[in-house]
């Protein structure tokens, strides 16, 4: 399974994402300009030790990615999306796509595409979103349910 951050800002979550990528044998694709530096030290604390045994690759952008995986399936996570994250049937070969912590995906291509657009449910009304490891962790476990890949 592929974890896709767009943009993250924020390195302690992208370091905590890299963790769950190493305990869960996903891949960690890293797109388009970061808010930090890959040695930055909240990025390695965060991942701990686990940061060398993480597979992660980088891309200029989400479009030079989808070229790279010609015929993969792409699910793009945003509250903006109506349709729920458990309704989706996830495969091992799924790329997962989570915008930056401060403005998600674009509502672009949120609308663009209806069926691979999918959110988290919250129901709370003072905050606008989970944490972006928080929202990872979430879909990942549930992908990996519905593939028994555990």
Same mark, same amino acid.
């Given at each position: ?13 992208t370091?905590?994402?890299? @963790?769950?990528?190493? &305990?869960? $044998?996903? =891949?960690l694709?890293l797109? +388009?300009?970061?808010?930090f530096? !890959? %040695? ?11 940061w060398?045994?993480?597979?992660v690759? @980088?891309h200029?952008? &989400?479009? $030079?990615? =989808?070229?790279?995986?010609? +015929?993969?399936?792409?699910y793009? !996570? %945003?509250?903006?999306a ?5 309704e989706?049937?996830y ?22 595409q209806?069926?691979? %657009? ?10 606008r ?10 879909v990942?476990y549930?992908?990996l ?6």
């Amino acid at each position: 399974m592929h974890i896709v951050l767009v943009e993250p800002e924020i390195p302690q979550n992208t370091g905590n994402i890299g @963790r769950l990528c190493v &305990l869960t $044998q996903c =891949q960690l694709h890293l797109v +388009g300009p970061l808010g930090f530096s !890959l %040695s930055d030290h909240h990025l390695k604390r965060a991942g701990l030790d686990y940061w060398p045994f993480l597979t992660v690759t @980088r891309h200029d952008s &989400l479009a $030079q990615l =989808q070229e790279k995986a010609p +015929g993969a399936r792409f699910y793009y !996570l %945003s509250s903006k999306a109506t349709r729920l994250y458990t309704e989706a049937g996830y495969r091992w070969e799924d790329y997962l796509v989570f915008g930056c912590e401060t403005r998600g995906l674009p509502r672009e291509l949120i609308e663009s595409q209806p069926q691979q %657009s999918l959110k988290i449910p919250m129901w709370g009304e003072k905050a606008r979103s989970l944490n972006l490891s928080n929202a990872v962790a979430v879909v990942v476990y549930e992908a990996l349910r519905q593939i028994r890949k555990f």
